[in-house]
């Protein structure tokens, strides 16, 4: 079985892959300004965040269904 790391550097190297299939180049190559990537960080992290709640209120429903 891989450990954390090794499936965490393997997810990397397949979004690399997904990144340069959509825009045609790499991140080192991307010409965005810093005021963009800082926007598009943004962007994700409120995904994450949305993420994040949806599976916090799965558990609760689960545990409130075992209690």
Partial sequence: MNDTETL???DIRKRQQVGIAKY???LA???LKLR???EHQYQELLDAAL???RAIQEIDAR???NA
Wanted: charged content about 20%; proline content about 6%; aromatic content about 12%.
């Fill in 29 to 31: 190559n991307n010409p």
């Fill in 63 to 65: 545990e409130a269904g």
């Fill in 8 to 10: 965490v550097i393997e």
């Fill in 24 to 26: 045609g180049t790499t």
């Fill in 51 to 53: 993420y994040c709640k």
């Fill in 36 to 38: 963009e990537w800082l």
